[in-house]
């Protein structure tokens, strides 16, 4: 297989250089190497250690300012009663307000929310939007609920974290798991349950709402746009342009479904897909469209059966073949997009990879034993604080369309978004040259520099 034509990122430098260990130990965290929080956390003292941001700052940045648990009853159809778990962590608000999705998975973990609401941190700095970092979530598997019971659930969260989220202070907004719905029914408790003074105001406290209740167009597209606004952006510039590419997807959700649609609105030819029903493959291309049309029916890309022609699913000729887990992560192609759940890629994984480009949709993919592989391969990673942040542009659009009372058309969205992203993949990319490093620390190395400006101007209270 023909490898990106750029250095391996393994021979610079400043590559996974820096030991976090004394952080650390100075905060007595432990060292557990497949702890996902720590994992993260290590990444970004990486690489505020190469860009020698202060002490201080590193130790603020290595723990989150608040971290909520809240446990909750809520009474089930059959007219039991269960207890929920959920999470509301706030990692930093030095850039604005705590913005970040609220998850609903049976295995959401404080430690896995702490990581995801520091990723927070990071994105909206690199994007430059006025946001810090927070996340939320909640154990419970919403697949198992009813319509009735999501709703409760959702109401009895929001009721437990309403006194300290709010429309400037703290912005949930759609994860894994969660959806435009869950996102009114949000909206719809907190203005009921906030104080008189801000009920007018209220419906802000969450983005990814329905267009009808205040949500922004081009939202629900947003991630996955934003990612193929980046590879557009680099991609070329490597020698590979966007018309023939050939791309697989793990996760054919939100994020994978529209890069497999927009990916292949530009001419690429997606080649391979997989989610948690199966996986599939098409040697001419997958209509990206149709297999989320069948998605959307089904639950899953599994039965997208060559040439089954069915009622509003698949026609003769544009489907693809059922493959194994092993046979599509091994698919030859030019990109690889991550875009399903945490940690997927391990290094037994990474190791059967066979692509250029890897460019994360999913939120923290790649175990450090799986990038590790990728870079001793010569995988270009275009890191998830950069190709994921498409959707918390778009929720920060939402927001000050909210504000001011406006409604943007899809052109004006799609524009400052490609703007956001287009920037972003820039300022990635100058780090990676002025510091020598792989893209995944230049891009933790752009987002913490604006960090520590804007520390150094406000100072440290009192
Ligand atoms: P989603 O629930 O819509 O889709 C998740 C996909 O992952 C589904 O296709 C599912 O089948 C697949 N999947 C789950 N378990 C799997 C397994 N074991 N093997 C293969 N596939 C599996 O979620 P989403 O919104 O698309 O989010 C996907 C990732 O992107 C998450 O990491 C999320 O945090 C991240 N992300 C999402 C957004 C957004 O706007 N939706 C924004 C930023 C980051």
């Known amino acids: 297989m023909a490898k990106a034509t750029i250095a391996a990122p393994t021979d610079t430098p400043n590559t996974k250089s820096y030991r976090s260990g004394h952080v650390f130990d100075e905060l007595g965290m432990a060292h557990d190497p497949n702890n996902l929080y720590l994992q993260t956390i290590d990444a970004v003292l990486t690489a505020a250690e190469v860009l020698e941001l202060p ?150 406290v969450v983005t990814g709402k329905p267009i009808e209740m205040g949500g922004s167009v081009g939202r629900e597209k947003a991630t996955g746009q934003g990612l193929v606004d980046v590879v557009a952006e680099m991609l070329p510039a490597f020698g590979t342009p966007l018309e023939g590419m050939r791309v697989s997807v793990l996760g054919y959700g939100n994020v994978g479904s529209w890069v497999g649609r927009l990916l292949a609105e530009r001419g690429a030819i997606i080649v391979a897909v997989m989610d948690h029903t199966g996986a599939i493959h098409n040697e001419k291309g997958i209509d990206a469209q149709m297999l989320a049309e069948h998605c959307a029916e089904t639950g899953g890309v599994a039965g997208f059966g060559k040439g089954v022609a069915t009622n509003g699913g698949v026609k003769a000729g544009v489907g693809a073949d059922a493959i194994s887990e092993e046979e599509f992560y091994r698919t030859t192609v030019d990109l690889f997009v991550p875009a399903a759940l945490e940690q997927m890629i391990d290094e037994e994984k990474a190791g059967w990879l066979d692509c250029k480009y890897y460019a994360e949709g999913a939120n923290a993919p790649t175990t450090p034993a799986g990038e590790r592989v990728l870079m001793k391969n010569g995988v270009e990673i275009l890191p998830a604080i950069l190709c994921n942040a498409g959707g918390v542009t778009v929720s920060y659009f939402e927001w000050v369309q909210n504000k001011s009372n406006v409604t943007w058309d899809i052109e004006t969205v799609d524009r400052e978004l490609n703007k956001h992203m287009v920037l972003a993949a820039r300022r990635t990319q100058l780090a990676k040259h002025r510091y020598e490093c792989d893209m995944r620390t230049a891009a933790y190395i752009a987002a913490l520099d604006q960090i520590g400006k804007v520390y150094a101007m406000r100072g440290i209270f009192p």
């Open 55 to 204: 002490h201080h700052l590193q130790l603020i940045l290595a723990q989150p300012k608040n971290e909520v648990m809240a446990h909750f009853p809520v009474k089930m159809n059959d007219g039991s009663y269960k207890l929920f778990k959920g999470y509301r962590v706030q990692h930093n608000n030095a850039l604005g307000p705590y913005k970040g999705g609220i998850r609903f998975h049976p295995e959401v973990s404080l430690d896995d929310v702490k990581a995801l609401s520091a990723l927070m941190t990071m994105k909206c700095s690199l994007v430059r939007v006025p946001f810090g970092g927070g996340k939320g979530g909640v154990k419970c598997d919403p697949r198992a609920l009813d319509r009735d019971e999501l709703m409760r659930v959702t109401r009895r969260f929001v009721s437990a974290i309403a006194s300290i989220i709010g429309p400037d202070h703290d912005i949930p907004a759609p994860d894994v798991g969660t959806n435009s719905q869950v996102m009114a029914w949000f909206a719809d408790t907190y203005q009921n349950i906030a104080g008189a003074n801000m009920r007018h105001d209220s419906l802000r």
